[in-house]
């Protein structure tokens, strides 16, 4: 502003509304949060801090979050909610981090429902975060990332495989029986399974464990199975049980 700029353009430069930049001009004695800046809308974006969180939330967002118009009357402003079931407290800690470190200037909230508890926060700025939001449940529509979440997946694929195994995902003992001569056997073994019913989400679940040198296979049309003990083990460093 001191510069000259017109409001419209450092609107757009920003993402920050017009009518907050006239609040600021009127009442400069407002501390400006620099985070209320969104870095994909800016007019250089840039990809979103902190990286390792972006690609956790996004994870969570993938699995069981989803993204809708927060009110009747505001049209851009959003509410992205992620849903963790109440057998995870540690799960909704971990999530109300990611989205408060991801967007600080919007408050992070819970909402209780049976069985499970909503993680909850508004910002204008989730659709250009989560650009795979749209109508209809996920599994109906095509999920491709854009080049930026790419990087960032591929940067950090354990955050990335930790927020899809924390939100569609289950780390429990297999039992399996071994029939010997001298009767049977029963072995049991931790595993992993993630569950999700969109082929493309299945596909980044599995690019993901590839690229961490996870062996993973398909037990069902719609879930990743990862078994072995040396896969579990590696995987462990990544997921680990949800809490
Ligand atoms: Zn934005």
Redesign the pocket.
């Known amino acids: 502003m001191e510069r000259g700029n017109s409001l419209r353009s450092i609107s757009l430069s920003t ?1 920050i509304s017009r009518a907050t930049l006239r609040d600021w001009r009127e009442h400069p004695e407002i501390k400006v949060n620099p985070h209320a800046v ?1 870095a ?2 800016a007019a250089s974006p840039t990809l979103p801090e902190p990286q390792t969180d972006y690609a956790y939330l996004f994870g969570l967002y993938l699995g069981d979050g989803c993204i809708s118009l927060a009110g009747a009357r505001d049209k851009k402003m959003w509410k992205l909610r992620i849903a963790c079931a109440d057998a995870w407290p540690g799960l909704r800690e971990e999530c109300a981090r990611a989205m408060s470190t991801v967007r600080p200037a919007s408050k992070v909230r819970t909402q209780q429902h049976p069985g499970c508890i909503e993680v909850v926060s508004c910002s ?2 989730w659709p ?2 989560f650009p795979q939001h749209g109508p209809g449940r996920k599994h109906m529509r095509k999920i491709e990332l854009q080049p930026w979440q790419r990087a960032i997946v591929m940067a950090h694929p354990g955050h990335f495989a930790r927020g899809l195994f924390h939100s569609d995902g289950y780390r429990g003992i297999n039992r399996v029986r071994a029939r010997l001569v001298h009767g049977d056997q029963w072995y049991e073994y931790p595993r992993y399974l993630f569950t999700n019913e969109s082929g493309d989400i299945l596909r980044l679940c599995g690019e993901a464990l590839d690229q961490l040198g996870v062996v993973w296979r398909f037990s069902r049309r719609n879930a990743i199975s990862v078994a072995r003990r040396e896969a579990v083990a590696r995987l462990d460093e990544f997921v680990g049980p949800k809490y």
Do not use: M, T
Request: proline share 0%; aromatic share 0%; with cysteine.
């Open positions: 993402g969104c994909r809308c204008r700025h250009c975060l």
